[in-house]
């Protein structure tokens, strides 16, 4: 008795739900815990049928689940439930259990009841479920991870490989997985380098970082790889499998070939600056555009100032000479702020000696590595000005001499002209004497024509040194039109006579005066009109019509020659009395018509 009481006390007093139920599977016991997670109390249960008190379902399929009681009562065996069992309690709450049932045996050893001891698994559960949350975060880590990694055991086998790893050296799971890592492909992992790192995390290191590995791979050519690894110390107090390691590395591989090749482009592509930079016969300064001091200088500054490197290094541009003072440096600097670019084309530039030499300033403000520098080109100028400005004197030389020129022209022209007017009256005095014979007159006639034509070389010559010398004269008069117009038509009447050519001519029936030179407008009319003969046929037809306008004496030259394109067109003319029949060419001359 004391002996039974001994146990019930146990019972009371253990962490699990306890039932016990008679052989008819009837409840006789019921621990506090057992309550607790069925809902029923010891008194409610007792002689209730087990599997009203004790509801199990399958937590997927939602079915119920025998208890094994029956089983453990006929057949004398200790059952355990199926796993994923949900307890249904009185109230209707459910919760995972784990549990299992025995048989009571009398002490006759016979089956007089069974016990069934059960525990509440939910806190289990949460933890395992944080535990494959845990499990299934990492697994998709290493799974996206961009850059090939591998698990290795202690024996340098391959654990693991991620998805970056097969598609990055081509190669399948199989090829792979449990072989040693020195024997992957042909041999291209077997580096003594390699294997003394990994040595040594076996035996004090526990990571090496960047270590370059450079080989041609089967699938994938030649590659640059910086190698990481850590090892893994696992917790030896958790329970593992037989044969599981207690420690694992993990060995990053990633894929540098790229960045090298750039690395090696950027270094040749400095090395080029750098020689150009050293080698310029422009003077360059490198400054920081936020201090505006310089930085950096190349050769051919400390040729052009006489500073070495070092003393150009801090200083702002004023400091050695560049601009006249300081705030004329900080003006130009505020406008290389403001714009990120400045220049000046004649900048002078005081040297070490106190010698002034004229320079060409172009600043850029660029960034580099995140910062901002400015550069400045500077260009030693001085000789080019002094061609600029010998190249001024000659000109101005050449100009003092172009209207010496000109005035001993002009000159020339009036002191040939004094002869020319003698030589005409001679002439005329000579034809007034009745004795001229045959051979006399022919020589007069001769010298006659040399000398007007030399008087007209003369007015050209006259005429050219005055438009040089910009002393062209009009002499305005009061003048008619018409009697202008028919002077200009003495003149190349034996022209047009001569190339058996028509002209008619309609003046105004109005006398339309001007103010104006005759002269000049005759000589412009007369030129009309003998371009105009000249690029007409032989026969051809000529107009010339005089009309008023608009309080303008409008003056038609028409022909119908080849002719040019027409430069000018009178606004409005409605005269009845210009010709239009027997006209098919367009205008000569100057074109349609000109105004004076």
């Not at 380098?193 to 090496?208: K, S």
């Not at 037989?242 to 592509?269: K, N, Y």
């Not at 900048?347 to 520098?373: D, M, R, S, W």
Request: hydrophobic share 40%; glycine share 6%.
């Amino acid at each position: 008795m004391q002996r039974a009481q001994w146990l019930k006390v146990t019972l009371y007093s253990i962490g699990d739900a306890v039932i016990a139920a008679d052989a008819e599977a009837r409840v006789t016991f019921m621990n506090p815990v057992a309550e607790a997670l069925t809902g029923w109390t010891a008194e409610d249960a007792a002689g209730v049928p087990l599997d009203l008190v004790f509801v199990i379902v399958n937590e997927e399929t939602r079915l119920t689940v025998e208890s094994g009681v029956a089983r453990a009562l006929r057949m004398g065996v200790v059952e355990g439930l199926a796993k994923h069992t949900l307890l249904i309690a009185r109230d209707g709450a459910e919760r995972p259990i784990d549990d299992s049932v025995a048989p009571i045996r009398d002490e006759a050893g016979q089956i007089a009841g069974v016990v069934l001891v059960f525990r509440d698994i939910s806190e289990r559960r949460l933890k395992e479920q944080a535990l494959q949350d845990a499990l299934a975060y990492a697994d998709g880590i290493f799974a996206t991870l961009r850059e090939p990694l591998l698990v290795l055991d202690e024996g340098f086998r391959i654990v693991l490989a991620n998805a970056a790893f097969y598609q990055t050296f081509d190669v399948s799971q199989s090829q792979i997985e449990g072989r040693i890592l020195y024997d992957l492909g042909d041999g291209q992992w077997n580096l003594p380098e390699l294997r003394v790192l990994l040595d040594d995390l076996q035996t004090g290191n526990d990571e090496f970082y960047d270590f370059e590995v450079k080989r041609d791979f089967p699938a994938i050519g030649s590659k640059v790889m910086l190698l990481n690894a850590r090892r893994l110390h696992i917790n030896a107090r958790r329970i593992r499998k037989p044969g599981a390691p207690t420690a694992l590395i993990l060995l990053a591989i990633e894929d540098v070939t790229d960045e090298r090749v750039s690395l090696r482009r950027m270094q040749a592509s400095e090395q080029r600056y750098r020689r150009l930079f050293e080698s310029a016969r422009d003077g360059i300064l490198i400054l920081d555009a936020e201090k505006m001091e310089i930085i950096d200088s190349n050769p051919y500054m400390s040729e052009l100032l006489g500073y070495t490197k070092e003393e150009f290094c801090e200083k702002q541009l004023w400091e050695i000479g560049l601009f006249r003072d300081k705030k004329e440096s900080e003006a130009a600097i505020e406008t290389l702020r403001e714009k990120g670019y400045v220049r000046y084309e004649d900048l002078p530039l005081e040297n070490a000696e106190g010698q002034v030499q004229e320079v060409e300033f172009i600043c850029n403000v660029y960034t580099e590595a995140g910062h901002k520098v400015a550069q400045c080109n500077i260009r030693d100028i001085t000789e080019r000005k002094g061609l600029e400005r010998q190249i001024h004197d000659q000109a101005r030389a050449l100009a003092d001499t172009s209207q010496r020129k000109d005035e001993f022209l002009a000159m020339l022209s009036h002191e040939l002209r004094n002869p020319i007017a003698p030589i005409f009256s001679a002439l005329h005095l000579i034809g007034q004497q009745d004795n001229e014979n045959e051979v006399q007159r022919e020589a007069r006639g001769v010298v006659e024509r040399q000398v007007r034509h030399l008087s007209r070389l003369v007015d050209d010559l006259l005429e050219v040194s005055r438009i040089t010398t910009g002393q062209i004269r009009l002499h305005l008069d009061r003048v008619s039109v018409n009697n202008i117009v028919k002077r200009s038509i003495e003149r190349v009447a034996p022209l047009i006579k001569r190339r058996e050519q028509e002209l008619t001519v309609s003046l105004s029936d109005d006398v339309l005066w001007l103010h104006a030179d005759s002269g000049r407008l005759e000589q412009v009319i007369g030129n009309i009109l003998d371009n105009a003969s000249k690029y007409t046929e032989v026969g051809g037809l000529i107009w010339l019509t005089v009309e008023s306008v608009d309080n303008h004496a409008v003056i038609w030259i028409r022909d119908n020659g080849v002719g040019i394109a027409a430069p000018c067109f009178p606004t409005s003319s409605t005269s009845s009395r210009r010709p239009t029949s027997r006209w098919t060419g367009p205008m000569a001359a100057w074109g349609s018509a000109c105004r004076w």
